[in-house]
């Protein structure tokens, strides 16, 4: 009996695992395809010889492609953290300026290059806010002849207020509720919005009437509110803070700060306020809902060097975009990152990051309505680096751009010009930082068409007409028609591009 066991279990020690050494090679040998075998040894320019046993790789290869692998995600956190860190710079430039939790920010006398903003402008009434809804819903009156978008902590659409919001520019009141509320909430006499972040941005403009703008700073004091649902029986009094002529910043930072602030908008918000693979990809450096962000001495300097390299790539994509589609006009050098005309970024089915990522480094404010604007309202916005050869625009030289008669803006169009490192308002002693229709001084073409100059100093009889520049200092400009007409859409009007005539 033993001796057929013996014989019975060598006979399954053959059948399980063949012979101990073959000749020949293994008896139940498959047919590997050499595209799925790692070689011993593998060249890269990136990382250098990477080294494996039968598919292994070393020790110290798997350190170096780990902290590759830390460095590539570094990278995407950066891009992908753009939305978040740029609510949050909002947020908290304005506080530390002392737009405390429910005051709002006003620009009395408009804006000035003093004041760090993304894409802002010299022509509008701003009132700056931040809905912050942690400590449960909170009352939003918002005053008539008014516009704006409100979009969550990731920089996601949420509602328009005033004219292409529910209100319709009528003015009324808004009911922001947080994620996961329970309480009771009115049945009527409010636009009651459900959202899932605590903290929002609005970016709110204020149209100037007959009454000019001392009676638009009027208008909005007199009937905009905001403060706690919890206080509506007995609401406080409504706080402004002057923002004219302040030094204020509310952009976010492009070093290792950079992931601080991001950490900092995680922490903040529901662990579930972002997409799960976004979320992901935080987690992935050591940045998650919950828990510290404690990067040791060799993940601070692999961030350091993928923040140089995220900030970077975002320029690139937003300076020097390398996708056809972005370009409004053929021949011509501006560009829009909603050529997709959604405000998610989508096309068909597919988001196109490079357009999230170029929208959230140089503008701000999301809404349907900027994306895809219709005939006749809202705005419509070209950017631009470059001249028309190409080449970025140099505050050193001398340019022009022509405006062909007639320009199909209803209200007024207007060209601002940007500072590169911080995107806001160019610095130089002009307050405009730009030109537009409504300035009393410039003077059309005789055919009813427009020559602007930009150039450190004025050419000689074109003073009306003149933005300047700084030696030194690179530009960009957004040219913007209030009321478009179909000519824009149908791009039987197309501006001109900067076109070099000087050093």
Not at 32 to 37: E, F, G, N, R, Y
Not at 189 to 202: C, L, N, P, R
Not at 335 to 356: G, I, K, M, Q, Y
Not at 370 to 379: F, I
Request: some cysteine; aromatic content about 12%; hydrophobic content about 40%.
């Amino acid at each position: 009996m033993r001796t057929f066991r013996f014989i019975a279990a060598a006979i399954a020690a053959v059948v399980l695992f063949g012979h101990a050494v073959s000749a020949n090679g293994p008896t139940y040998a498959a047919k590997v395809p050499k595209k799925l075998l790692t070689p011993d040894v593998v060249e890269t320019e990136r990382l250098g010889t990477l080294n494996f046993f039968d598919g292994l790789p070393s020790e110290e290869t798997v350190e170096k492609l780990w902290d590759n692998l830390d460095f590539m995600r570094g990278v995407d956190a950066f891009l992908h953290g753009i939305p978040a860190t740029s609510v949050h710079g909002f947020c908290e430039g304005l506080e530390d300026f002392g737009v405390e939790p429910f005051a709002a920010g006003i620009t009395e006398e408009l804006l000035d290059a003093r004041s760090l903003m993304l894409t802002a402008n010299t022509t509008t009434m701003y009132v700056l806010f931040c809905i912050d809804t942690k400590a449960g819903p909170v009352v939003l009156d918002v005053p008539p002849i008014t516009i704006g978008p409100v979009d969550d902590a990731y920089f996601r659409w949420v509602t328009d207020i005033g004219f292409t919001g529910p209100d319709q520019g009528r003015g009324g009141r808004y009911l922001f509720v947080p994620p996961a509320y329970e309480g009771n909430l009115p049945e009527n006499g409010a636009h009651i919005v459900q959202t899932t972040t605590y903290k929002h941005f609005v970016l709110m403009r204020a149209f100037v009437l007959e009454d000019g703008l001392e009676g638009t700073v009027k208008r909005v004091k007199d009937n905009f509110r905001m403060f706690p649902y919890s206080e509506i029986a007995n609401p406080p009094e409504q706080k402004f803070v002057q923002l004219t002529g302040g030094q204020w910043n509310t952009i976010h930072g492009n070093d290792f700060s950079f992931y601080e602030e991001l950490n900092a908008a995680v922490q903040y918000e529901p662990s579930n306020a972002f997409p799960p693979e976004i979320a992901g990809i935080f987690d992935s450096i050591g940045i998650r809902h919950g828990q510290p962000f404690e990067p040791d001495a060799r993940m601070r300097e692999i961030l350091t060097e993928a923040g140089a390299i995220g900030n970077a790539t975002a320029r690139a994509m937003s300076f020097s975009p390398r996708d056809p589609g972005v370009y409004l006009f053929d021949g011509r050098e501006w560009t829009t990152p909603f050529a997709r005309l959604s405000h998610e970024f989508l096309e068909d089915d597919v988001r196109v990051l490079s357009d999230r990522t170029f929208f959230h480094y140089v503008a701000t404010g999301i809404t349907p309505a900027m994306a895809n604007p219709q005939v006749g309202s809202g705005s419509v916005y070209g950017f631009t680096a470059k001249d028309a050869d190409g080449n970025y625009l140099d505050g050193d030289k001398t340019y022009r751009i022509d405006l062909p008669a007639p320009v199909p803006a209803g209200d007024f169009w207007s060209i601002t010009v940007y500072d590169n490192q911080h995107r806001s308002m160019l610095e130089t002693d002009q307050k405009l930082a730009g030109i537009d229709s409504t300035v009393p001084e410039i003077i059309p073409n005789e055919d009813g068409s427009w020559t602007i100059w930009l150039a450190p100093e004025p050419p000689a009889g074109k003073e009306s007409n003149w933005i300047q520049t700084m030696p030194g200092k690179s530009w960009s400009s957004l040219i913007r028609l209030y009321s478009p007409g179909q000519e824009w859409f149908d791009k039987t009007w197309v501006p001109g591009d900067f076109v070099l005539v000087g050093e």
